[in-house]
């Protein structure tokens, strides 16, 4: 704008040229100026008085008593008491609010402001002043509040949710959060939860950027936004519309919403848009406009009248000559569909008495004789006293939303009915291949069964044979006299005897069954003091060469077992090498993490492992898959009993590891043999000196036998009575219990663990133990009994002999227990049973 200056004559003086500006300022304003000179008593006022108050010049008169008439009577005392507690005072400013009369009568509230001049000695001399007309200014407000309180109506009564945010972006100008800083009623069930005040992302931190760029993008450039979108944090999908509000310094914008999640993909999408501006009747036009409001009504229900606007007119098909006021409810229903009509008249009655929100969709015929669907949404008012006073509300247009949900709804159908079919499809093919895996699984079961059946017998008539032979010929060569041809039977009998223990050991290996005596071991000086037998065993044509870890872990397992498990792997290895080849035996520590223990079917933790790899022929799949079966053997017949692999993988599972083989054709096979760590040092192999056998038999001692086998029983007894010892016998655990009870001495307790009499070994030993605490007990067992030993812990001076034994055996376990020495097994080591 170009400044324009006050163009003052030189020769003015100073008072001059201050009257002069006086002068034009008050002819500039519209604001009735006037200038009281006290001393005089003269009143001079500016134009505005006659230009907006509707006075003649020659009307007013130049006083204060005149300007005092004018005064509304009610207001006149306290305005002349006001500006003369000024005027007498030592005050400069005044101002105060009343009716001033027009020249029509008519009052004029006006705001008057004053200024009061004094001499030097601080009488007042004068007073000038201004008077605005306050009239236009408050109908204003008036119209403006009548306007905000019929918008506030319209968004407490519609179900679509209505919010102002607040942008906030950073230090780059982007948009990071926002703010809710005005909703109204439908936003929390809409958004499902309370955010007024909230920043956005107090509750939804990892809210989708996608919100924050568009809301930012309208904050900014001031470009309306229309979208669907889906919120993960709230887990619905919104159809949006977004404008910027107020300054846009303030980065405001408002948006008004709709969860359209259970029909999305099922309908066009329902556009709204809503422009809020300054005054609320603008934005009550941009909501009308955006399409979603079709139409507004207020129903007066104490005097029972709607008052309605064209679009409310126009969708129920009123005439366009009918009065859009003093309407009554039977007038508007005229037009509802019949079948829609008591519904509606139902939801009417029902938001009546209860009051608050409403809503309900039917079909109305509008002019074109066609009936279209819509929604209404109001609020029932109720006065203090619960009853119904206001219902007003807004139309919204659903035709198109529900001709896309019927249609959804067919779809639904089919697609339902052909699931239904389908679900009952395929548990039919379930329920038949569910059958054909049971009985393939049946089969596999009784092949397995029937090997092992076939190998047994196989095995056991080979040996019966060898037995039973030798012991024909034996009576008959006694029966001839030649007593002196009867050994070489003997060690026949004996022979098949020891083969059929290997068989059921081996058996009983696989079964994870075997007693085990298990002692800290240090595996690398095992296969050390094995490698000559292992060279000797394979034979020249096969190297040997080991490898190990330095401090390779202790393992807690049967020295015994092991040794002829790496031995039984090397022998296999040096079969499947023909030609001869290469044997390399390895020993490494692994700790295995629950990934990898889970693929090995075992528990997590740290494992000793021995692995074997020969460059040998390698195994076929089909192969592999039965490498653990008992009786299962590649080899020709009478080179294999198909035993060996099984007791491995028994006595593997049986010390708490695993037994894994990896092999290809052509390309050899590895055999990986997992042990667990064991905390502590190995223990040394040593034993004690053995003592003579007639040192022993001197000793002698008292022995109950306790065995509900009487060939078993006998051979006990006859083996023992040779060394000079007292034998008691019982042939069950009520007899066996009974003579321990006595106060016949008894030094040792040897006794089956499986008895007849309501009571196992176990259980008898343990009772007999509380009156005689010094008893020595061994228990002679086919196989370890989990249920009966436990966790395999005995009690000091207990020991177990698994059958079949050799006498030798025998007697060398009794004379050690009678001795009160155990060092034939580590003392510190707990005897591993079968689990």
Not at 158 to 186: C, M, S, T
Not at 416 to 445: F, G, I
Not at 584 to 602: K, P, V
Not at 634 to 654: D, E, H, N, V, W
Request: glycine share 8%; with cysteine; net charge negative.
């Amino acid at each position: 704008m170009t400044k324009h200056s006050v163009a003052t004559d030189p020769s003015l003086s100073a008072e001059q040229e201050m009257q002069e500006r006086y002068r034009l300022i008050a002819k500039a304003t519209n604001d009735a100026v006037w200038d009281w000179d006290l001393v005089s008593n003269h009143v001079l006022w500016n134009d505005v008085l006659t230009r907006s108050y509707g006075y003649q010049s020659e009307d007013i008169v130049p006083t204060g008593e005149w300007w005092l008439a004018r005064i509304h009577p009610d207001d006149r005392a306290r305005v002349e008491t006001s500006i003369h507690a000024i005027i007498d005072g030592d005050g400069t400013a005044w101002t105060e609010e009343y009716r001033f009369r027009r020249g029509d009568d008519d009052y004029a509230e006006v705001l008057d402001r004053g200024h009061v001049i004094r001499d030097h000695n601080g009488q007042a001399t004068r007073v000038i002043g201004a008077m605005l007309d306050l009239t236009q200014i408050r109908s204003a407000a008036n119209a403006l509040r009548q306007s905000e309180e019929r918008f506030r109506t319209i968004l407490e009564t519609i179900e679509a949710a209505f919010a102002i945010l607040e942008v906030k972006f950073d230090e780059q100008d982007r948009p990071v959060d926002y703010r809710f800083v005005e909703v109204n009623p439908a936003f929390e069930k809409q958004v499902g939860v309370d955010l007024l005040g909230k920043w956005v992302t107090e509750y939804a931190p990892d809210l989708e950027p996608f919100w924050f760029e568009i809301y930012g993008r309208v904050a900014l450039t001031g470009e309306p936004a229309s979208f669907e979108n889906y919120a993960k944090a709230f887990a619905r999908w919104f159809d949006v519309r977004a404008v910027r509000v107020g300054d846009p310094v303030d980065r405001q914008i408002a948006i008004i919403f709709n969860d359209v999640t259970e029909r999305h993909n099922a309908q066009e999408r329902l556009r709204t848009s809503e422009a809020i501006a300054r005054d609320n009747i603008e934005r009550v036009q941009l909501a009308l406009a955006a399409g979603a409001i079709i139409g507004t009504w207020h129903w007066d229900l104490i005097a029972d009248r709607f008052t309605v606007d064209d679009g409310f007119a126009h969708a129920f098909g009123l005439p366009a000559h009918l009065n859009r006021s003093n309407l009554r409810l039977e007038k508007i229903v005229l037009t509802v569909h019949p079948d829609d009509k008591d519904g509606l008249m139902r939801a009417i009655e029902e938001v009546l008495a209860r009051g608050g929100a409403y809503a309900h969709q039917y079909r109305v015929r509008r002019a074109d004789g066609k009936y279209y669907w819509i929604e209404a949404n109001g609020r029932v008012e109720h006065d203090v006293h619960g009853e119904p006073v206001r219902f007003p509300g807004v139309l919204l247009d659903v035709e198109e939303r529900r001709a896309v949900e019927a249609e959804r709804d067919r779809a639904l159908a089919a697609l339902r009915a052909l699931n239904d079919t389908l679900e009952q499809r395929v548990a039919e093919r379930t329920d038949e291949l569910m059958e054909s895996e049971e009985k393939l699984r049946q089969s596999q079961k009784m092949e397995a069964v029937g090997q092992l059946t076939g190998g047994l017998a196989h095995d056991f008539n080979n040996l019966l044979a060898g037995i039973s032979g030798a012991l024909e010929l034996m009576a008959r060569r006694i029966d001839q006299g030649r007593s002196n041809e009867i050994e070489k039977y003997i060690l026949a009998a004996q022979g098949a005897a020891k083969r059929a223990a290997s068989l059921t050991h081996r058996l009983l290996a696989f079964s994870r069954r075997q007693t085990l005596e298990p002692r800290p071991t240090d595996v690398s000086t095992l296969i050390s003091n094995m490698l000559e037998l292992i060279r000797h065993a394979v034979g020249p044509g096969v190297r040997v060469e080991t490898r190990g870890t330095d401090r390779i872990w202790t393992t807690l397992v049967d020295a015994g077992q092991l040794e002829s498990s790496l031995l039984n792997l090397c022998i296999n290895a040096r079969d499947a090498m023909p030609d001869g080849g290469n044997i390399i035996i390895e020993t490494c520590n692994q700790h295995m993490d629950d990934q990898a223990a889970a693929a090995l079917e075992m528990p997590a933790g740290e494992y000793l492992v021995l692995k074997v790899t020969d460059s040998g022929v390698g195994m076929e799949p089909d192969v592999l898959a039965k490498a653990f079966d008992p009786f299962f053997t590649t080899k020709p017949i009478g080179r294999g009993t198909g035993l060996g692999l099984s007791m491995i993988y028994g006595f593997a599972k049986q010390s708490g590891g695993q037994v894994r083989i990896e092999s290809e054709p052509g390309h050899g096979s590895r055999i990986f043999l997992y042990l667990p760590r064991h905390e502590g040092q190995p223990v040394s192999d040593q034993h004690p000196p053995e003592r003579s056998e007639h040192s022993y038999v001197e000793s002698g001692g008292t022995i109950l036998i306790v065995d509900d086998e009487p060939t078993v029983r006998m051979l006990l007894r006859d083996a023992l009575a040779d060394q000079g010892y007292t034998l008691i016998e019982a042939a069950d655990s009520i007899a066996g219990l009974k003579l321990l009870r006595s106060d016949i001495n008894i030094d040792l307790l040897i006794t089956d663990v499986g008895l007849p009499g309501g009571m196992n070994g176990r259980q008898m030993a343990d009772a007999a133990l509380e009156n005689r605490p010094g008893l020595k007990v061994l228990f002679i067992t086919g196989y370890a009994e989990t249920t009966i030993f436990g966790k395999g812990d005995l009690a000091p001076g207990m020991r177990i002999l698994t059958k079949p034994f050799t006498v030798h055996s025998l007697s060398s376990r009794v004379r050690h227990l009678l001795a009160g020495e155990l060092e034939d097994a580590a003392p510190e080591s707990p005897l591993r049973l079968a689990t």
